[in-house]
């Protein structure tokens, strides 16, 4: 046997390097147990095995954290390659139903009311949803297609397809818009604005969208989602800045009102592809549908300004 032939017996286990690369990428053992779903003693034994094994420190152990050694980084970006690998070769052996992720927001004020249109079309695909607005690792995750935001970077293998602008404008219910007194864009100064946690800044991005300057505009509350928020200002809490893609349905019924119109915001949609899933066809029909129903979206918006 050649000396750097190492015996079967002394091979880590492929439970262990599972335990291990979950460990490294979550920083933290508790974690990598929750998402495996066994013990944080196991988890901790099958880290001790490796190390032992290969004679090496693979984790700097501290109070808060668990961070991987030089030697534990190389071999946890190792071993996440090779998982990916894996699971993209089954999910191409043996696809199963069809995964698309959104923002919860976008699922319900936009796709679920559109989504029989595209059961009609197609009624032999299996749709399941992930729902997520933030970064996603397509593969681990067995996403076949994501809607995103630009704002949020796209991972480097997944294929982009930026499609429309989106659009932004402050909403309220007529009722609140009424007690208010909105008239005139100087008149959010008094109002109570809203806004999400997920995009603190919108009021500034749709004055500076909407060309109006000189104006001091602070949230005084701020929700979660946008979903939240949007039912808020139908409440009549106030009036918030939201993507006109997310209230058309609530404008046409006279649920929601735009004082002022929307503009074309510093953002676009996009849709990210797996790299691996973008030749079967269940994804092309998807990616296909969800363009035309984004484009058709962004075309009605503007033959409504235009009325």
């Known amino acids: 046997m050649k000396s750097h032939d190492v015996p079967n017996s002394t091979r880590p286990s492929f439970n262990a390097l599972r335990a291990f690369e979950a460990t490294a990428r979550l920083r933290s053992m508790t974690a990598a147990a929750d998402e495996l779903s066994v013990t944080h003693g196991a988890i901790s034994r099958h880290i001790r ?23 534990g980084a190389r071999l946890a970006e190792g071993v996440a390659a090779a998982l990916k690998l894996m699971q993209a070769t089954l999910d191409q052996l043996k696809p199963g139903p069809l995964t698309l992720s959104c923002s919860a927001s976008i699922l319900t004020h936009w796709l679920i009311p559109r989504l029989v249109r595209f059961n009609q079309r197609h009624p032999d ?29 796209p991972p480097e293998d997944v294929v982009v397809r930026e499609l429309v602008t989106e659009w932004v ?41 909407a060309g109006i300057t000189g104006l001091e505009l602070q949230a005084r509350e701020r929700f979660e989602h946008f979903y939240v928020l949007i039912q808020a200002a139908a409440c009549g809490l106030g009036i918030a800045p939201v993507p006109r893609m997310l209230v058309l349905d609530d404008l046409q019924s006279g649920k929601l009102v735009a004082p002022f119109g929307f503009a074309p915001g510093p953002h676009k949609l996009a849709l990210w592809i797996a790299p691996h899933l973008r030749s079967r066809p269940e994804t092309q029909a998807l990616a296909q549908w969800l363009t035309e129903e984004l484009k058709e979206t962004a075309g009605r918006a503007r033959d409504d300004d235009q009325r």
């Open 49 to 71: 095995a490796l190390e032992e094994t290969l004679g090496l420190a693979l984790l700097t152990r501290g109070a808060h954290s668990t961070d991987p050694t030089p030697d």
């Open 125 to 153: 695909i299996e749709l399941q949803f992930n729902v997520n607005y933030g970064p996603v690792d397509v593969v681990r995750e067995n996403i076949g297609v994501a809607i995103r935001n630009t704002m949020v970077a």
């Open 169 to 209: 404008g402050p909403v309220c219910s007529p009722d609140y818009m009424r007690e208010a007194r909105i008239v005139d864009p100087a008149d959010l100064v008094d109002a109570r604005l809203l806004v999400t946690k997920t995009r603190p800044n919108a009021w500034t991005e749709w004055a500076e969208a």
